[in-house]
């Protein structure tokens, strides 16, 4: 999944809020991208070639073998990756991996052109309040 660096190179492979001081590994303008939602951007692209959609689960890190597993458990693995998603606005990074697919399941059963608009909705009063985003 492309995003403008936000991270020092070398910065361990895990999820930022399992960091011990995340603001430790920011690169100088990297604050500002994260909490601006401008680290984003580069994910237009994978929309337009098809990679991904503007709403749907978030891509999975390549080491969140629980995540992967539970969501290919419950069929939410067939889903395109979004920009943004059902879980995502509902607690992001801070909740805990079965919540977070929970989520993604309820996403599932109730996709519709609807249920989308809104979370883009939402998404947008995420960002411009910077809900969520503690690094």
């Known amino acids: 999944m ?3 660096r936000s991270m020092r190179v070398g910065t361990p492979a895990v999820a930022t809020h399992l960091l011990a001081d995340p603001k430790a590994h920011l690169t ?5 991208l994260r909490k601006s939602s401008l680290d ?3 994910q237009l692209w994978s929309i ?3 990679d ?3 709403v749907g689960p978030r891509p999975a ?3 969140q073998h629980d995540l992967i597993e539970l969501r290919t458990q419950l069929g939410v693995h067939a889903l395109v990756p979004g920009l943004t998603g059902w879980a995502q ?3 992001r990074d801070e909740l805990p991996i079965p919540n977070k697919v929970k989520l993604d399941v309820e996403y599932l059963q109730r996709q519709s052109l609807w249920f989308d608009m809104r979370i883009l909705w939402l998404t947008f009063v995420k960002v411009i ?3 969520g985003i503690t690094h």
């Open 40 to 42: 984003e951007l580069p």
């Open 129 to 131: 309040r910077r809900d």
């Open 48 to 50: 337009l070639v098809g």
């Open 61 to 63: 890190l390549f080491n």
């Open 2 to 4: 492309p995003k403008f």
């Open 52 to 54: 991904m959609s503007f």
């Open 89 to 91: 606005i509902n607690g």
């Open 28 to 32: 100088p303008i990297g604050s500002f």
